[in-house]
């Protein structure tokens, strides 16, 4: 589905933030990107959705060169790609049903979209993913009403309303409790298995990388340290990707 090569990132003040990465995605899978802050791991996937441009190198989406698309081209293929933030991102005073519509902005438009003019349709196919991340019965609340995880999972059922193929996920626990954390990651597995839409999500803990993982793709510095199973990652693998110092901390 996805195949990345030779990917660099230079930002305007100097900083490599991503050398030489590549790296492919088959349809199903469920990677896992891990590394320290500042590895590369968030620039990585805002270049996969082309929110950021590359430097160099190529990204190749269902067999079509996306490295340097522009316009209509461009739009088509975010529209296969689902994202879900760290900060969640929603309308504060919008309702959950209205923030899940405006998943569907590539097909309704910015203003039918400001003006709430959504098809029955799209409202229809908004209340299905809202119960398949558990929110059925708060479409009418207000999205900051919610908790911290309801609405990650409000973001998920927005994210869904595109219709993507492929959903990046950067960092969508790292602001949770424990409990919550394994709660919103259950959901992305539902929509992986369930769904069938193939998953890249950005994650600091190893305990959910070798429960909810597929593959693994370790970032140190910009650079890819490890690649393949979340159990290849043991104590040598560990310290080679976060540092001697480093001490495993796990979510339970």
């Known amino acids: 589905m996805l195949a990345v090569k030779k990917l660099n990132k230079i930002y305007p003040n100097g900083t490599h933030a991503l050398k030489n990465v590549s790296f492919d995605v088959k349809k199903g899978e469920f990677l896992i990107i891990i590394g320290l802050s500042g590895s590369g791991k968030s620039t990585l996937l805002r270049c996969i959705n082309r929110l950021i441009d590359l430097t160099s190198g190529s990204i190749i989406f269902e067999g079509v060169e996306i490295s340097k698309q522009e316009g209509a ?130 994650l600091h803990f190893l305990s959910l990388v070798r429960e909810y993982g597929t593959k693994v793709l370790a970032l140190k510095d910009g650079e890819i340290v490890y690649q393949g199973p979340p159990d290849g990652i043991d104590e040598k693998w560990f310290k080679t990707i976060y540092g001697e110092e480093a001490k495993e901390v796990g979510i339970n």
Request: proline fraction near 3%.
């Open 73 to 202: 081209a461009l739009r088509k293929t975010r529209s296969k790609i689902g994202m879900v933030f760290q900060n969640f991102n929603l309308i504060p005073r919008f309702s959950v049903l209205k923030n899940t519509l405006t998943g569907a902005l590539t097909r309704t438009g910015t203003l039918a979209s400001i003006l709430g003019n959504f098809s029955k349709e799209d409202e229809k196919k908004a209340r299905g993913f809202l119960k398949t991340v558990g929110l059925n019965g708060k479409e009418r609340s207000r999205a900051d009403n919610l908790s911290g995880g309801e609405q990650q999972r409000l973001g998920m059922a927005r994210a869904l309303m595109q219709d993507p193929i492929l959903l990046l996920a950067d960092e969508p626990v790292a602001s949770l409790d424990p409990a919550t954390s394994h709660t919103v990651m259950d959901y992305l597995k539902k929509i992986n298995k369930e769904l069938g839409v193939t998953i890249i999500c950005n």
